[in-house]
């Protein structure tokens, strides 16, 4: 029989996350520091919401673009803590997490050639989906510069054809973000070199040193910038999936025709859900557990650097990026050994790009005794090493 296969497929790396966690499933007494995932639970105001809108009998679909009511609650939260202004008739999407909202931005813009600039490290699902929409993703190293995108690599990288570029911040995986004053620099670049700016935020609420600017705020942006955002990582509702996309009607509309087809809502429970996220309750729950993620980034990262792990300096999200140039090790074979030699579990750099093979990607989105236990294991190991 001739291969069905699509040659996209064929050819697509599976997940540098999810293919080493394999190699954990049914292993005991592992302390896995690798997905990132809260370990909180979602907090009671929430559930609660969720569970009286089922007693309510609230089982049904919703529109495509979501239930009004949270498409008029994030309209509200927007214009009430950003001064914002989205509509929420045409201009805001609910979607299937923040990965269904990035595809579908892609897919809407993406003609076949089209290229979308992706500062590297990045999070694993960027490239592969430009790919699948048929586009070409170039990758920007922001290692010479800190990990962090600047407008001389913008100008350099944005040749013929580059439709737009991919800013997420905090970053996933090094937890560096931008201050407003890097931000209006950024912008400045991407509205000169013509590129729409698709702004994953989804860590926003979860950073320490500065106040998150949202990217649409600058001037210019709010017509130049596909806003995504969702309730996965800042409200511990990753199992929900719930996120959301603001921006300009013509593009919100032809993201919301493809997700139509392929979607059509997201549960009305989770939906119901994430109003109440954003409501007074559900901010105090967010902060406290804000403090406590701040309170184990000081711990991972100073212990890790004690050791000659060497962390990026991190701002935001719950990840450290350690360099593990040290050890003489590449990033697979250290997360292999220290894996079967100590049972703790972390994310190989190069899952994050292919120039990244001297790092480590660690979330300390774990107990303080989890995270206190790895840094034993991981001393003894380097000690052995």
Do not use: C, W
């Given at each position: 029989m001739k291969n069905l296969i699509s040659k996209k497929v064929i050819e697509m790396q599976p997940s540098g996350i999810r293919a080493f966690f394999d190699l954990v499933l049914g292993m005991k007494d592992v302390v896995s520091l690798g997905v990132g995932e809260p370990d909180f639970v979602t907090p009671w105001p929430m559930r609660e919401a969720g569970i009286?809108?089922?007693?309510q009998g609230f089982t049904s679909y919703t529109s495509n673009s979501g239930l009004m009511k949270l498409r008029l609650t994030i309209s509200r939260y927007m214009k009430n803590r950003f001064k914002l202004n989205y509509s929420a008739e045409n201009q805001i999407l609910i979607t299937v997490g923040v990965s269904e909202a990035f595809d579908l931005v892609l897919r809407a813009i993406i003609n076949p050639g089209d290229k979308i600039l992706i500062p590297v490290p990045c999070y694993v699902s960027y490239g592969p989906l430009v790919e699948l929409a048929g586009g070409i993703p170039v990758y920007i190293d922001t290692k010479p510069t800190g990990f962090k995108l600047t407008p001389h690599l913008v100008n350099k990288y944005a040749v013929k054809k580059c439709k737009a570029i991919v800013l997420n911040y905090p970053v996933n995986p090094t937890g560096v973000s931008y201050t407003k004053k890097e931000?209006?620099?950024?912008?400045?670049a991407f509205i000169e070199n013509k590129l729409l700016c698709i702004s994953d935020e989804v860590y926003d609420s979860l950073t320490y040193d500065f106040k998150h600017t949202v990217f649409p705020t600058?001037?210019?942006?709010?017509?130049?910038?596909?806003?995504?955002?969702?309730?996965?990582k800042?409200?511990?509702m990753t199992g929900w999936r719930v996120g959301y996309a603001c921006g300009p009607k013509d593009i919100i509309a032809a993201m919301t025709k493809i997700h139509q087809y392929t979607i059509m809502c997201v549960p009305i429970i989770s939906q119901m859900a994430a109003c109440e996220a954003l409501e007074p309750s559900g901010?105090?729950?967010?902060?406290?557990m804000k403090r406590e993620y701040n309170r184990r980034r000081h711990y991972i990262t100073r212990e890790l650097n004690s050791l000659g792990l060497k962390c990026v300096p991190t701002q935001?999200?719950?990840?450290?990026?350690?360099?593990?140039?040290?050890?003489?090790?590449?990033s697979i074979d250290f997360a292999k050994q220290l894996l079967k030699e100590e049972k703790v579990a972390v994310v190989p750099g190069t899952a994050f790009g292919k120039n990244y093979d001297d790092y480590?990607?660690?979330?300390?989105?774990?107990?303080?005794?989890?995270?206190?236990?790895?840094?034993?294991?991981?001393k003894r190991f380097i000690n052995h090493a």
């Open positions: 009286f809108s089922l007693e931000l209006l620099a950024l912008n400045h600058l001037p210019g942006a709010f017509e130049n910038t596909v806003y995504l955002n969702g309730f996965s800042s409200y511990a901010q105090r729950s967010m902060n406290d935001g999200a719950f990840y450290a990026f350690s360099s593990i140039k040290s050890t003489g090790l590449s480590v990607r660690i979330s300390y989105a774990s107990s303080m005794d989890n995270l206190k236990e790895a840094i034993a294991r991981i």
